[in-house]
């Protein structure tokens, strides 16, 4: 039988945890799948796939949900939280290095008066922190890694919003904080999904 697509039949994997319901959904999309390969060809059964997949994300989700105990709560924030905490002094170290770099260059870095880091290297720093933190959380999340990505990305938007709401002599633009937001919750998804890679490329 003709496999399906590797990568994305393993990042369904990362949206919930081994069950019955999981395996059999997965089990017949592959079946499905190599019916249209041999019947319409390799391409089409691919294309068909990626659409199947996406429709099939939410019932993953709902089953793994309903399913949610205070096992998975616990482990969930504790993976969250120590890359919460990794990616924080990461970008504490970033923020210090580039900086000591652009000043050593005559660059400006700041915004003296606001007294943040000017948008262009925020953003650059918001997006290698968010990179990490997702491959780190799903490194140490090997059950549900894109789950916990997720989740980690919305704990860093929310605490970054707090932030900026309870510290009113530093504001950050709208345009930024949504921005910024966007990059955070993309970037940690796609820290998992390179991490999904990795670890499919290391078992070939």
């Known amino acids: 039988?003709?496999?399906?697509?590797?990568?994305?039949?393993?990042?369904?994997?990362?949206?919930?945890?081994?069950?019955?319901?999981?395996?059999?959904?997965?089990?017949?999309?592959?079946?499905?799948?190599?019916?249209?390969?041999?019947?319409?060809?390799?391409?089409?059964?691919?294309?068909?796939?990626?659409?199947?997949?996406?429709?099939t994300v939410p019932h993953l989700l709902g089953h793994w949900a309903r399913g949610l105990g205070k096992g998975d709560i616990k482990h969930i924030a504790n993976v969250v939280f120590a890359s919460y905490i990794f990616g924080a002094a990461l970008v504490f170290a970033l923020t210090g290095v580039v900086g000591a770099v652009m000043m050593a260059l005559g660059v400006q870095f700041a915004v003296a008066e606001e007294h943040t880091v000017i948008p262009p290297v925020g953003l650059a720093i918001v997006s290698m922190s968010s990179v990490t933190g997702g491959f780190v959380v799903a490194w140490l999340d090997k059950?549900?890694?894109?789950?916990?990505?997720?989740?980690?990305?919305?704990?860093?938007?929310?605490?970054?919003?707090?932030?900026?709401?309870?510290?009113?002599?530093?504001?950050?633009?709208?345009?930024?904080?949504?921005?910024?937001?966007?990059?955070?919750?993309?970037?940690?998804?796609l820290g998992a999904v390179?991490?999904?890679r990795r670890r499919i490329a290391s078992t070939k």
Do not use: C, H, K
């Open 1 to 55: 039988m003709i496999a399906p697509p590797l990568t994305a039949e393993r990042l369904l994997e990362a949206l919930s945890e081994q069950s019955d319901f999981r395996d059999a959904v997965l089990g017949d999309l592959a079946e499905e799948f190599a019916r249209r390969a041999e019947a319409d060809g390799v391409p089409a059964a691919r294309s068909w796939y990626y659409r199947e997949s996406i429709r």
């Open 143 to 189: 059950r549900t890694p894109l789950i916990s990505a997720i989740v980690l990305g919305l704990v860093v938007v929310i605490a970054a919003l707090l932030m900026n709401a309870l510290l009113p002599r530093t504001p950050m633009a709208a345009w930024y904080q949504i921005t910024a937001s966007t990059i955070t919750m993309l970037g940690t998804s």
């Open 194 to 196: 390179l991490y999904v």
